[in-house]
């Protein structure tokens, strides 16, 4: 089942977030070296980091997405596009947008101690491991807590929520208008199919 | 900028906007409380009159909707922390014999707890304006279904309620609701084959929550958070008339906790509020509205004790935060072995109130519901467990989709051992001691819960389902409707206020709020809060 734009801009929407204005603001910033193309997962993220000590964009979406092809179900495709257009709205340059960088970076600083290499150069079984290693399976989510918790809140929930308030991903339950979706009011009366 | 210009501001962010929370010269009218009762009575009167409102809460800047949707979604947000609720401004204590969860039940701030609700906007039924006559237990309001019926078409005119004349067991209305019902679920069809077999009647639910575009707001949009954020508006809440009482010329204070109202033997002559900045003003009117709703207006009459109040102002009677209820829940759910199709919208469109006027003084009255939202949310499962991937998946399918469940409110009898009180040893960040809770169900309401879950375990059994829970009397919880705690009575030695909802021992205050209520029926009690504020603003316009 292919993830699609209109699932990356249902999930946007389903958390208040709307990309576009914020996408074009930040790339002007970032100038011609910010690794506007990431979405297509080429950047590993080994060592990208900007003056803060934390990974850049391209960073954050390499290695987001190589969590989310562990997250994900293996029925879905379109992955890398829909979480790169997710994350073009929700890093906004918000608080929230700032807590994903400071987990993801987190995240990638265990993956190089303990596996030698930052998420996105990891296999999936190692990037599996390393969320468990984490904690982050059993952790409850929590933005101010302990580095399993935000991984929890901010990598793994985020990547979640985005996948599941989306057409395609409640219809992958049976379910094509799930929480978060404005849907419509039709679905609702409908029997199953 | 302006005055007016600088407290429209607060919309905004306080840091980079200077918002005027002064006091209004020359005000006619002061309302405590920007909840459906208060806006709507500030709305009626800001045309012709100088309308002051003033609000604990916040104004909420409607762009945050879907953020605050994602809060409703996350684990780690609690019901509370949707709408900011909670801290010392919402401190209290529980001292009854079931807890009960105030800071889960209600939302301070601009649009009040309607911000949060689920919008179902039934009427009273004749017989629960004289349940002391027909039912033989309770107390008869001083009005009857005749005065409130011209207001109740009117609330559902304002409040934009969609609706079909389809219910046998409702009482007579003189006109169609505003919009079209909203159409019945797949599931309802599953629950109207059994129904039909049990000779159990199912029939529409009026909601305030737009079925087609309705006052410049937009339709349903399913987003399926109704309770406790819609993102879209198109379920009623209270900014809708603060917003339009500010346009036709009413000023709204925000962040300005009334800390008590300033009196003499037979008048208000001022509310005092504080400030964010640490201040403390007064606001002075010829007349006073009380709509801080059936916690916190008792509360505010307490606070406001003197040398000639002093058990509580407009507290002749002594009634003041006595006989608190709420509507008890009975539910049954459980599975069956077919798809449901639930949760696909936040509200109900089909309900039972064939058994409602079977009341006596046994048995209470009740009505039944069909819910659309039986069962999990997928999303919100997926956010919790220990697994991601194609487990996770499996988890969710396994765990969504055969889900039926049907729930119903209860009638609670005022009692005196139910009440509001404060607490001495707690005071909130203003130094005033916080509201006391006591909360006591008696037997009545019990039983009744018995006989709801016996009608609902019979539908659900007739499905074919497999019941996995029962909120019965050991279960029960509240449904988050405070009434009673400044009743409503022709005896100024039995109530708090009069018929018009005027106190008997202040000639220039209102209450608006269902605390007003007598008894509370078991009907959801907005719509009757709002036919209510709209007769006392004809009665403050009357009396000016």
Known sequence: MELTRRDAAAALAAVGATGGVALAARRTSDGPESGGDAADGEEGGDGDEDGDGLPDEAAVRASMTAVATVLYPSEVDGVEAFVGRFLDGRLDGSAHAEGVRTAVGELDATARSWHGAPVADLTESDRDRLLREVGADTAEEDPDGTLAERVRYYVVNELLLALYASPTGGELVGLENPQGHAGGTESYRRGPR | ?544
């Open chain 2, 1 to 544: 900028m302006s005055a007016g210009d600088a407290r429209s501001g607060s919309t905004g962010s306080e840091a980079v906007r200077d918002v005027d929370r002064s006091p209004v010269a020359n005000a006619d009218v002061c309302v405590v409380g920007a909840g459906p009762a208060g806006a709507l009575v500030a709305d009626r009167l800001a045309a012709d009159r100088e309308v002051v409102v003033l609000d604990a809460g916040p104004r909420f800047d409607p762009a945050d909707r879907l953020a605050r949707q994602e809060r409703a979604i996350r684990p780690s947000d609690a019901r509370p922390d949707v709408w900011d609720v909670g801290g010392e401004r919402d401190a209290h204590t529980n001292s009854g014999e079931r807890v009960y969860p105030l800071n889960h039940a209600r939302v301070k701030g601009i649009g009040g707890s309607t911000l949060h609700w689920q919008g179902m906007v039934m009427r009273l039924h004749e017989g629960d304006f004289d349940s002391e006559t027909e039912r033989g237990v309770g107390a008869d309001w001083p009005i009857d279904y005749a005065d409130l019926r011209p207001y109740y078409a009117a609330a559902e005119r304002e409040l934009g309620v969609a609706g079909a004349s389809d219910n046998p067991y409702a009482p007579p209305r003189e006109e169609p609701h505003p919009m079209p019902a909203f159409e019945p679920s797949y599931s309802d069809s599953l629950f109207a084959e059994a129904c039909e077999e049990l000779g159990i009647d199912m029939h529409s639910v009026p909601n305030a929550r737009n079925s087609e575009p309705y006052d410049g707001r937009s339709a349903c949009v399913g987003y399926g958070t109704c309770q406790p954020v819609c993102p879209a508006r198109a379920k009623y809440d209270a900014t809708v008339h603060a917003e339009r009482a500010e346009e036709r010329g009413a000023t709204v204070i925000d962040r300005a906790p009334v800390q008590r109202l300033e009196h003499d033997a037979d008048r208000v002559t001022a509310a005092v509020y504080a400030t964010p900045d640490g201040e403390e003003h007064r606001q002075a009117a010829d007349a006073f509205v009380v709509a801080c709703g059936g916690v916190e207006t008792p509360r505010l009459l307490l606070l406001s004790e003197s040398d000639e109040y002093p058990d509580g102002l407009a507290n002749s009677s002594g009634t003041v935060g006595k006989f608190f209820m709420d509507h008890l829940f009975a539910g049954v759910g459980g599975t069956l072995d077919e798809p449901t199709r639930q949760n696909h919208v936040g509200f109900y469109t089909s309900a039972c109130d064939q058994f409602y006027d079977e009341a006596d003084a046994e048995t209470a009255p009740f009505k039944l519901e069909f819910f659309n939202y039986a069962g999990p949310s997928p999303v919100e499962m997926a956010l919790t467990g220990d697994d991601w991937g194609d487990a996770l998946l499996e988890r969710l399918r396994d765990g969504y989709g055969r889900h039926v469940a049907m729930g119903g409110l209860v009638e609670q009898l005022p009692r005196s051992d139910s009440y509001v009180g404060l607490d001495p040893d707690r005071t909130d960040g203003h130094g005033n001691p916080v509201p006391e809770i006591h909360w006591s169900v008696g037997d009545r309401a019990l039983r009744t819960i018995e006989r709801a879950n016996e009608i609902q375990r019979s539908v659900l059994e007739e499905l074919g389902a497999e019941i996995e829970w029962v909120a019965g009397p050991d279960a029960t919880g509240p449904a988050y409707h405070h009434m009673g705690t400044t009743r409503m009575s022709d005896d100024p030695d039995a109530g708090v206020v009069d018929a018009d909802c005027r106190t008997h021992d202040l000639d220039n205050c209102w209450i608006a709020s269902s605390s007003v209520f007598p008894t509370s029926g078991a009907m959801n009690p907005t719509l009757t809060i709002a036919a209510l504020a709209l007769r006392v603003a004809d009665d403050v316009e009357r009396r000016l």
